[in-house]
């Protein structure tokens, strides 16, 4: 990642093994910093920890991020795309991952990795935090072991955000969103998540047919109306669990979820925790830092 002279990322730690590259950075973006990648690898970061009161991403496909970043959140940069985006805040830690696009044994052009900006991913989350742990030790034990999780989130990557050989030829065929069309569905989504939100209405608001809409969305987003709709009130849910301190059943509502129950199992199958919990070890983790 390169930055503007607003900030100068300091690397706390780094790795490099067959097909992996590894950074832990932290960055003071309390002046407006500028961001930009574009690799001949796949590119992953994940948010670890300080605000970003401001960013606005521009990622083929799938544009800005509203809300403040979370920790665990993750940005995927496929192969030789440009990424850029503004950011302003404190002082902010973050993972980077540069993944050689045949780690998987698969032919590069075969591998097709979609791309994410500000998707929750408790096992990349994880996974970057004992990987810098791990090269905090440097025995042999832990060089071992670095070796094969480097080599595990890099394979997490191809299992989780492929995009598959159907997805693919979507987005390279005429049924595709519009740029305009893009920003103004996610605006949407966006501005509507605590309310019932149908096909109907997103394909009235972009003027397109419901049929037509289905491939088009999936061409530029890589997955359905519904699963956007449900990561973006899952996400929404997550930053109002960390930074309110509101009832889990408000939250469900505000949310655009029709029961504590259906948000309570959605979460915990999406996210691998209960809300309750999900809040508690989030600020656990904090309190943690602060001693530290």
């Known amino acids: 990642m390169t930055c503007s002279a607003d900030g100068v990322p300091r690397t706390l730690c780094s790795g490099k093994w067959p097909g992996v590259e590894f950074y832990i950075k ?8 500028t961001w930009s990648i574009q690799r001949e690898s796949h590119v992953v970061v ?5 605000a970003i009161h401001r960013l606005e991403t521009e990622l083929p496909g799938v544009g800005g991020v509203m809300d403040p970043p979370m920790p665990g959140e993750v940005w995927v940069i496929p192969s030789g795309t440009r990424y850029s985006s503004l950011a302003q805040g404190g002082s902010v830690r973050y993972a980077e991952l ?3 696009p045949e780690l998987n044994g698969v032919h590069a052009d075969e591998a097709e990795v979609g791309a994410r900006a500000g998707h929750y991913d408790p096992f990349l989350h994880r996974g970057v935090e004992r990987l810098d742990a791990l090269m905090h030790k440097g025995d042999d034990l ?29 987005r390279r065929g005429p049924l595709r969103l519009s740029g305009a069309q893009e920003r103004m569905a996610k605006e ?11 096909i ?24 359905t109306p519904a699963q956007y709709v449900i990561e973006q009130r899952l996400r929404r849910a997550r930053w109002l669990l960390l930074s309110t301190g509101r009832d889990i059943m408000s939250i469900a509502l505000d949310t655009g979820f029709s029961s504590h129950g259906h948000f309570t199992n959605l979460f915990h ?24």
């Open 46 to 50: 994940v948010h670890l920890d300080g």
């Open 142 to 170: 832990a060089r071992m072991m670095s070796q094969t999780l480097s080599r595990t989130l890099g394979l997490h990557l191809f299992l989780e955000y492929a995009r598959g050989a159907g997805v693919r030829k979507q």
């Open 98 to 100: 540069f993944i050689d």
């Open 200 to 223: 109907d209405a997103l394909g009235a608001k972009l003027q397109i047919k419901t049929h037509h809409l289905l491939i088009a969305f999936r061409g530029s987003f890589g997955t």
């Open 26 to 33: 932290e960055q003071d973006i309390s002046r407006l910093t």
């Open 188 to 198: 949407y989504i966006e501005t509507h998540l605590g309310e019932p939100l149908t």
């Open 269 to 292: 199958s999406r996210v691998g925790t209960s809300p309750r919990e999900f809040r508690a070890s989030q600020k656990l983790c904090l309190e943690r830092e602060e001693r530290s």
